[in-house]
């Protein structure tokens, strides 16, 4: 006979592993089974709440199935909350008109009505577990008889693009407190960019608002005392007889419009009044008109050297040419090289001569690359035999030609062609007119519909512009423009030359004319020809000729304020 024996503790850890398993099991289904049934509960009461809330809108009359201030209008709110169980259950109810294709639809409805019935859509959404849960709820509503629009007409939105394709999916508001109650609906366009709300109640006030993210927007207008001719005007609708109407929207685009000083020459010059422009010397002294070697008579150095500070400009076009006045007694030399921003003499393969240093002037930079060397310096190098004598320089300098120059701040006005009604004279009244300034850099990016948008100013004219105003401006494109502003006078003209494509020409002859008035100027890379200083006179002459080309005249120009006029050959 075996004898008994307790558990040990191995046993007992395993049995307690064995029970905490079950009771997690146990526990695990008996949770889920709450979880379930918590929803069920909540599911079972949004389906409650859409049930009343359909039985209720069919209990109404049916001219008063619509939506407050919607259309069809009636007296069921968009949105409501109601409370059941703990659970916040939001209400949202969607009423529309529906064309049977039992009888026909559109055009082709056999009885001509094509709103049969009403569609009423009710969801019920509410917070579950940290998710939205929805339950939705359709049904259609009948009139007894003869399908109705209650008296009301139908209102249809049509919204294309600037090519006349279709939008979907734009924002179609409609607003009319005239009515009481008073509409205002948001709606969207279909795929076919089509908005039909039937059942509009008759009135001659229906604002219509269209829009879409990243897009231009289109509206009616109302008629008042400026504006008394609005293009569109507010829609009316009229019982049982549909009202459409076209709005256009396109995407946005952008204009980055700069205004420039033109390219012009500028020189640092020094005459040695001190040493202020000098970035480094040696054994030298520049003082009294002067640059020589240090020490006098009798104790001169015998030799030294000296550097002026860099010149350079953020819009360098062009390196110009080095001039200077060198005197150098028998017994002594001096001479002026051109260097690199780290002093180093610019190679002969680059500017000949360089080397050895030049003792004759003018000095042409012509050849050498504003890019491979955008800073450049000049350096002397001055020697004598005698400690009694120095060789000298009275002054030096050195030209560049830069720009365009951004110059900030200047005011201008874009008005688009765009016209949204006339005055009770017939004056036009534009829907895009923007005054603003191209800011401290001289640039202003500004967000625009496709339009044509004239350009104008004070205080400045247009001397030059590569694209001449007015900007076409097409949906979804980037535009950078550079107007080049001189001195404003009394009255102006820039001729634009093309060939028969319409491309600017430049170096083509222009000669502007009339009685004791004749100017010939030479088109820019832009094509352009800038006349300023003109008198205000309708009786302007223009010929152009180019080598190449046939030439080309015409007469009869008025020059009036900014006038922009472009010729072909």
């Known amino acids: 006979m075996k004898a008994l024996r307790g558990m040990s503790l191995i046993d007992v850890i395993i049995g307690t592993a064995l029970v905490s398993i079950m009771f997690f099991g146990i526990f695990s289904a008996l949770r889920a089974s709450l979880v379930l049934s918590s929803y069920i509960k909540a599911e079972a009461a949004a389906s409650a709440i859409a049930n009343n809330e359909m039985e209720d809108i069919r209990a109404l009359p049916y001219a008063s199935v619509g939506l407050v201030n919607g259309i069809p209008n009636g007296v069921i709110p968009e949105y409501a909350t109601t409370t059941a169980d703990g659970i916040t259950f939001g209400i949202q109810t969607f009423i529309d008109y529906y064309d049977d294709p039992a009888d026909g639809t559109g055009s082709n409805d056999t009885n001509g009505i094509t709103q049969d019935y009403k569609q009423i859509k009710i969801t019920v959404s509410y917070t579950f577990g940290n998710a939205t849960k929805q339950y939705v709820l359709a049904s259609n509503y009948a009139p007894q008889g003869l399908e109705t629009t209650d008296g009301g007409g139908t209102l249809q939105v049509l919204v294309v693009n600037a090519q006349g394709a279709p939008v979907s999916g734009a924002t179609v508001q409609i607003v009319n407190s005239s009515l009481s109650p008073s509409v205002n609906e948001t709606a969207f366009t279909n795929i076919?960019?089509?908005?039909?709300?039937?059942?509009?109640?008759?009135?001659?006030?229906?604002?219509?608002?269209?829009?879409?993210?990243?897009?231009?927007?289109?509206?009616?207008?109302?008629?008042?005392?400026?504006?008394?001719?609005p293009t569109p005007g507010y829609l009316t609708v009229v019982a049982n007889q549909t009202t459409s109407s076209t709005f256009a929207i396109d995407y946005l685009s952008t204009l980055n419009l700069g205004t420039y000083s033109p390219v012009a020459t500028s020189t640092f010059t020094d005459s040695f009044a001190d040493s202020s422009k000098l970035a480094s010397k040696s054994n030298i002294v520049a003082s009294g008109g002067?640059?020589?070697?240090s020490g006098g008579a009798g104790s001169y150095a015998l030799s030294g050297s000296a550097v002026s500070v860099a010149t350079t400009s953020p819009y360098l076009v062009s390196w110009g040419q080095v001039n200077a006045t060198l005197s150098a007694p028998s017994g002594t030399s001096v001479s002026v090289q051109v260097v690199d921003q780290n002093g180093n003499p610019i190679p002969d393969t680059v500017l000949p001569g360089n080397s050895a240093g030049f003792t004759s002037f003018?000095?042409?930079?012509?050849g050498v690359s504003t890019t491979t060397y955008p800073t450049?310096?000049?350096?002397?190098?001055?020697?004598?035999?005698?400690?009694?004598?120095?060789?000298?320089?009275?002054n030096w300098s050195l030209s560049m030609s830069a720009g365009p120059t951004p110059i900030p701040n200047v005011s201008f006005t874009l008005t688009g062609a765009k016209k949204i009604g006339t005055t009770g004279a017939g004056a036009a009244i534009y829907k895009t007119t923007i005054s603003t300034t191209t800011g401290s850099t001289g640039i202003n990016s500004l967000s625009l519909e496709y339009d044509s948008y004239g350009f104008s100013l004070s205080g400045y004219d247009i001397t030059d512009a590569c694209g001449v105003p007015p900007y076409a401006l097409s949906p979804a494109t980037t535009y950078n423009e550079k107007v080049i502003l001189g001195p404003q006078t009394s009255n102006e003209l820039l001729v634009t030359v093309t060939d028969s494509s319409g491309t600017p020409l430049s170096g083509a002859s222009v000669t502007v004319s009339r009685s004791g008035y004749t100017q010939t100027v030479q088109t820019s890379s832009c094509g352009n020809a800038y006349f300023g200083s003109m008198s205000n006179a309708s009786d302007y002459s223009i010929s152009i000729s180019k080598s190449g080309y046939t030439s080309n005249s015409a007469s009869g120009i008025s020059v009036n304020g900014q006038t922009l006029y472009t010729i072909s050959f």
Request: aromatic letters at 4%; zero cysteines.
């Open 192 to 229: 076919a960019g089509q908005v039909n709300l039937p059942g509009a109640l008759p009135s001659t006030q229906y604002q219509i608002t269209v829009s879409k993210s990243g897009y231009s927007t289109a509206q009616t207008y109302a008629r008042d005392s400026t504006n008394q001719n």
């Open 290 to 293: 002067s640059l020589t070697l």
């Open 362 to 366: 003018p000095v042409n930079l012509a």
């Open 376 to 394: 450049l310096a000049l350096s002397a190098s001055l020697s004598s035999n005698s400690a009694n004598v120095t060789p000298s320089i009275s």
